[in-house]
Each structure stands twice: as C-alpha cells, then as structure tokens.
Nanobody
C-alpha cells in the first residue's frame, strides 16, 4: 500500500482559496486513483473528487463542481485539491485516499489507503 500525507489545512476566511497537497511515500501514485473526501463534525465522510494518475481524468461531487479542482504533479508524486470561494459549509477534515482500481467507486469503503486528514476551517 502507498502511504499518504495530506497537509495544507488551516483557517481561511469565507470566499478565500486554499490548496491541499497529498503526497505519497513508500510507493508512487503510478496506476492509482487518488480521491479526496471530507468529514464535517457529526457527519459522515463524503466523496469530494478523484483523479486517475494514469489518464489525469477527474470526477467531482456535484456539491463542489466548479469550485474545487484536483490536479497531479508527476515529478513530485503529489495530488492537489484546490478549493476556491470557500464557504462555511466547506469546514471539515479533508482526507486523501488511494486505490489501485481505476474505476473505484466514490465511497470511503472502496479505497485501500488513507492519509491522516487535515482540518479546514472557514470563518465568516
């Protein structure tokens, strides 16, 4: 399994941007699908989006389409979640996850490897 480290979280004002990197260690992301999930206090962990390392194709939850962008940096073996125009409802712990299945389902249970999560807090 690949080890993942998510970082970049913090406190941001509503309307502002934030960029979260997810770095791989132990193995490269080659042939993995890397997904992002978030979990707000008292709520279930939900799918945000994913990227196929091989093709670069992306899939997003309807709630973040046009607001969030996932990209990959091959040289740094890192996936980024770029979040724009953040609002209070985006406050959550954000997790990156990886799975070898290219068409992995957008569900937490479908992913094999997980990072530790990074807290994003949006203030008014």
């Amino acid at each position: 399994q690949v080890q993942l480290v998510a970082s970049g979280g913090g406190l941001v004002q509503a309307g502002g941007p934030l960029r979260l990197p997810c770095a791989a260690s132990g193995r490269t992301f080659t042939r993995y699908t890397v997904g992002w999930f978030r979990q707000a206090p008292g709520r279930e962990r939900v799918f945000v989006g994913r990227i196929s390392w091989v093709s670069g194709s992306t899939l997003y939850a309807d709630s973040v389409k046009g607001q969030f962008t996932i990209s990959r940096n091959n040289a740094k073996n890192t996936v980024h979640l770029e979040m724009n125009n953040l609002n209070l409802e985006d406050t959550a712990v954000y997790y990156c996850a990886a799975d070898r299945l290219l068409g992995v389902a957008p569900l937490p249970s479908a992913y094999d490897s997980w990072g530790q999560g990074t807290q994003v807090t949006v203030s008014s």
